[in-house]
């Protein structure tokens, strides 16, 4: 063996070493890990809140930050939250049926049961980013990041699935057709996300983006149809009372990409900036008729990873509160 | 003329040592820079692949800042590589440049895992990282060219690239595989990915020859007005305007798997299958080509390739989204890569005088990675202003003119 190739080998036996050595420790440290701490005679906890009006939301877990951990807390006591086993990276629950998006850090998804138990799984590859289930839990949406490839691009694409609580049909939110002031629309660049459901069986609100702009959309489940309503708003959320929607508007003058969250009245067509100045991407959840949350980055100080969630008047009568640390992906749930 | 004639003979008289070959008919040099390259994608495309995840999940930025570094990314490459060209022509010390550029994204896999959770600083890794590639490629492709007789370069690119794309497929593989098994933990596959990296460093010091040129090596050094007289070589510069022409017009592939899961509806969640089955392709033709284009004339090879690209153009325009087209579109994209990336290097080379190679090949991969840049938001402009079938009809016409444009000037600056 010559000496150039002593030294190679040398050089990948450390090399390999290190590789092994690292990935190796880091199996046992991930298989160790104590688990999501499950509470004490957590039936009966869960019950418990499972029967007041309260919050599902999400707990970021920490070990793997694609995973997150469903979470339930009595909104008259939020600090006794009661954490499940169910894990993923967006949630939403309604009228009995939840659903989880983001089952790996891949994507896929499954449905909940009342008593958060996992019922199905379903496929949708991609980044987890929206999850909402109908009023009355017959559908559940789910939008993620589709990218072209492994590679970090330029060009993202959506894609929202609508999915039958009961049946477990889906269908692609590409599929429906799109009218424009009366005029179907049709082209290759269309992407759908943020679909916000109303109370009545099959009505439905989305963002629409083609051609550099992005539209509210309105949509019927039944018919496959949506038309445009309005331009620049995206992730609509509609009031309980189905009057108003609270979106996140993108602010065009400054470069990067900032939204602020904004509430347009349906009856009249008012629009009007909320009272919350930092930037909003989230879609935002009403926690009564004049209240809405959503998540924001904990910035500290000092800043970290976590995620807070955030309560806004929409009548500009008080400025945004923190409403519950260490939570994101908020449903309201209040049991009949 | 003469120095460039005296310092392939001489290398050919080297290469023509039955011992140095390898079963590909190439020096081993060549070999060993493929392998170079082929850890080293490993290491690179691991960490691409999981860069937006990593972003999007560990960070909690928005996507759109994700494309944000991604245009940092490409603009740098083009700049830094044409400085570091000219430093390697000078000194003649190709491997060392070389190696600087290896040096430093091995490098920057290491500060990955150091900077984690600020988002500028891992910005400024990752355009560490491409800064890298720009300074390593053009020196890389000035070794290949001094290890082979000339009338083996088509064959010696070949085998580089092939090697070069199996790195760029095994790295998402290694990336998923080690994600699958530790969910979560991005350290674990920075720090493999730096393995990688540094065992493609070790062969490139260990066993990589540096070679100097004849005319490096008789103090004809390359001065800076002889890079500028690079720009009144005919055959260079119809090299370098075409290719930028024709990369101006080549639509980049994820708008072209973008616009074949629309036309044929089949679920995104597959659409990383189509890049493995474009490099695959790529892969398995990049040699048989690279030595058909030895035979049969370079020029001739790239302009089929660019006529692939045309008729994939056309498959889109007319699809009637059956499998067959979807299936030949993938495989057109990989020739099309095979008959036009390593074969170009080949053409570059060739036109360059040897004691100014590397500003060469570094100013043709400059004026294409700047053109792919623009092309690619043209593209994206088109695209969204006045739809898809619009924008591909544009560039194919460009596309059709860069090819005429191309092979007229190569029929004319042709040196027999």
């Known amino acids: 063996m010559s000496r150039r190739t002593a030294a190679f080998v040398a050089v990948c036996g450390g090399l390999g070493l290190l590789a092994a050595g690292y990935v190796g420790w880091s199996v046992v440290q991930v298989r160790t890990a104590a688990p999501p701490s499950f509470p004490a005679g957590n039936g009966a906890g869960l019950a418990r809140v499972l029967g007041v009006p309260h919050l599902v939301f999400l707990q970021p877990s920490g070990a793997d930050p694609s995973q997150s951990t469903v979470a339930v807390a009595p909104l008259d006591n939020l600090q006794d939250r ?44 991609g980044l987890s980013t929206r ?82 702009q992005t539209y509210l959309i309105a949509g019927d489940t039944a018919s496959r149809s949506a038309r445009t309503l309005r331009e620049n708003v995206e992730c609509p959320s509609l009031s309980p009372d189905g009057t108003r929607i609270v979106y996140k508007q993108l602010l065009t003058n400054t470069g990067g990409r900032r939204w602020r969250l904004h509430m347009l009245d349906l009856r009249t067509g008012a629009d009007s900036a909320l009272a919350e100045t930092r930037s909003v991407d989230d879609q935002v959840e009403w926690l009564d008729g004049g209240h809405v949350l959503y998540g924001l980055n904990d910035e500290g100080p000092p800043a970290t990873l976590d995620v807070n969630l955030w309560e806004l008047a929409v009548d500009g009568s008080a400025a945004p509160a923190r409403f519950l640390a260490h939570a994101a992906s908020p449903a309201v749930v209040r049991p009949a | ?123 400024g890794v990752v355009v560490a990282d491409r800064v890298g590639k720009g300074i390593r490629t053009a020196p890389r492709d000035t070794l290949i060219s001094l290890s082979t007789p000339p009338e083996r370069l088509g064959s010696a690119f070949g085998v580089h690239r092939a090697l070069d794309t199996a790195g760029a497929l095994l790295g998402p593989l290694v990336a998923f595989g080690l994600l699958r098994l530790l969910p979560g933990r991005f350290d674990a596959i920075f720090v493999v990915s730096f393995c990688f990296a540094a065992v493609g460093v070790a062969v490139l010091v260990l066993f990589v020859e540096g070679r100097r040129s004849e005319a490096a090596r008789e103090g004809l050094q390359a001065s800076w007005r002889q890079a500028l007289a690079l720009l009144r070589r005919p055959r260079l510069m119809v090299l370098v305007a075409g290719s930028a022409i024709l990369a101006l017009a080549t639509i980049s592939d994820a708008f072209i798997y973008l616009l074949l899961q629309r036309r044929t509806g089949f679920n995104p969640g597959f659409l990383p299958l189509l890049y493995v089955a474009t490099a695959t392709s790529y892969l398995v033709l990049a040699i048989p080509l690279g030595r058909l284009a030895d035979r049969v004339g370079r020029g001739r090879i790239v302009v089929a390739g660019y006529l692939l690209l045309a008729l994939a153009y056309v498959a889109l325009l007319t699809s009637a989204g059956g499998a067959g087209l979807f299936v030949a579109c993938l495989l057109v994209l990989g ?82």
């Open chain 1, 131 to 212: 999850a909402r289930v109908s009023p009355d839990g017959h559908k559940a949406a789910t939008t993620v990041f589709v990218t072209g490839h492994g590679y970090a691009d330029l060009t993202f694409s959506t894609q929202t699935l609508i999915t039958d609580l009961r049946t477990g049909a889906q269908v692609d939110l590409e599929k429906f057709s799109v009218t424009r002031d009366g005029t179907r629309i049709q082209r290759s660049d269309f992407n759908f996300w943020g679909i916000t459901f109303a109370s009545q069986e099959n009505r439905f609100y989305a963002t629409l983006a083609t051609g550099g």
């Open chain 2, 335 to 416: 020739a099309y890569y095979a008959a036009t990336d390593g074969v170009m290097a080949a053409l570059t080379s060739a036109a360059t005088p040897v004691e100014n190679r590397t500003t060469g090949l570094a100013l043709h991969g400059t004026a294409v990675g700047l053109a792919q840049l623009g092309g690619s938001v043209f593209f994206g402009l088109l695209w969204t202003v006045a739809g898809a079938d619009f924008a591909i009809t544009v560039f194919l016409a460009l596309l059709l003119v860069g090819i005429a444009g191309l092979s007229a000037g190569l029929a004319r600056t042709a040196s027999r």
């Open chain 2, 1 to 123: 003329m003469y120095t460039q004639l005296r310092a392939n003979l001489g290398l050919a008289a080297k290469t023509g040592d039955r011992g140095k070959r390898t079963p590909w008919r190439v020096s081993r040099n060549v070999v060993n820079l493929g392998l170079t390259s082929l850890f080293t994608d490993i290491s690179a495309e691991m960490v691409n692949t999981i860069l937006p995840l990593y972003l999007v999940f560990y960070l909690r930025t928005s996507l759109v800042q994700v494309g944000l570094v991604d245009g940092l990314y490409q603009g740098v490459t083009a700049l830094v590589s044409l400085g570091a060209g000219t430093l390697a022509d000078r000194r003649g010390r190709y491997k060392e440049v070389a190696l600087a550029g290896y040096g430093i994204s091995a490098v920057g896999k290491l500060g990955l895992l150091a900077v984690g959770a600020m988002f500028a600083p891992l910005a």
């Open chain 1, 82 to 125: 009661q954490l499940t086993g169910l894990t993923c990276a967006r949630a939403y629950f309604a009228a009995g049926h939840g659903v989880c998006l983001g089952r790996t850090i891949e994507g896929g998804g499954f449905t909940f049961d009342a008593s958060l138990r996992r019922q199905r799984e379903f496929d949708q590859v």
